[in-house]
């Protein structure tokens, strides 16, 4: 059964490589799928293809310079009769002499698809060599990312980064903020026309500190979110998310407000937030 796009490949590598303890995430600074392990362990990198092709082999050399640990992916489809598709303990063996990895998928009508290991890379043990600083990159990156929410192989698709998170998070939390001080205003408003707090319905709702008056304050919107680099994602606004009312205050923009239901299946885990210290790609 041939698969219409590489993006089909992702959930059953997915699965497999989490079967053997790395945790996953697709997408991550341009790799198809990223994966760790343990400390120490140089971080698993697959590319995929439908088919194998030269573009999939030079990518996979290229992804050597970040990980020893790089596998090529592609279906295994039993319908093809093509040269290639016949050829595959010469592919192995090809990718073998460059030290990279040979995984296939089989997909079946009736059952789960199949994964299989043709060609391990040439090491999967010991600190990664060279490409020190692109690795740091790729595996801040992963960490910073409180979830996966990428299917690796996308194309021409906004890809949920960390950058992307941390202006969320400070979206939502100046999204919260302007609530609540309008709900405090609408109550403080509604108390005046009464003469004063009618007793029954509770006290005047307090406003948030630095909510108050026309926008938020960087201060306020970094201690709500968690992310530290907050006044730097309001400065640059890279999404044009955020507008300056006044100086050190922040509203939302309806782009800000669309994003927060675009993206409203993104997690805010705590702990992702607490690990926040700004940067990531955009």
Not at 223 to 238: C, D, K, M, T
Request: hydrophobic share 40%; with cysteine.
């Amino acid at each position: 059964m041939a698969v219409k796009r590489e993006t089909e490949l992702y959930a059953p590598l997915k699965n497999f490589f989490e079967k053997q303890g790395y945790e996953i995430k697709g997408e991550v600074r341009s790799c198809d799928l990223v994966g760790v392990r343990g400390d120490g362990e140089p971080p698993l990198i697959v590319e995929m293809k439908k088919t194998f092709n030269l573009s999939l082999l030079l990518q996979g050399v290229e992804r050597l310079k970040l990980s020893p640990a790089v596998y090529l992916a592609v279906e295994r489809c039993r319908e093809k009769k093509g040269a290639v598709s016949q050829r595959w303990g010469e592919l192995s063996s090809l990718c073998r002499r460059l030290g990279l990895g040979l995984v296939t998928v089989v997909f079946y009508k009736t059952k789960a698809p199949l994964v299989e290991v043709l060609a391990e890379p040439e090491t999967l043990a010991g600190p990664s060599r060279g490409g020190g600083r692109r690795r740091e990159r790729l595996l801040y990156e992963f960490h910073e990312r409180s979830g996966d929410y990428n299917t690796g192989g996308s194309a021409r698709v906004k890809l949920v980064t960390a950058y992307r998170e941390k202006a969320l998070r400070v979206a939502g939390a100046l999204e919260a903020a302007e609530r609540e001080a309008a709900l405090a205003a609408a109550e403080s408003a509604a108390a005046a026309d009464s003469g004063g707090p009618v007793a029954a319905a509770g006290p005047v709702r307090a406003p948030v500190a630095g909510a108050l008056p026309g926008g938020v304050t960087p201060a306020v919107l970094r201690r709500l979110s968690g992310v530290p680099s907050a006044a730097a994602i309001l400065q640059h606004n890279y999404y044009g998310w955020f507008r300056r009312v006044a100086r050190g205050r922040y509203t939302l923009t309806a782009a800000g407000s669309a994003a927060l239901l675009e993206y409203a299946a993104v997690s805010v885990s705590q702990s992702a937030r607490d690990r926040g210290n700004g940067g990531g790609d955009v």
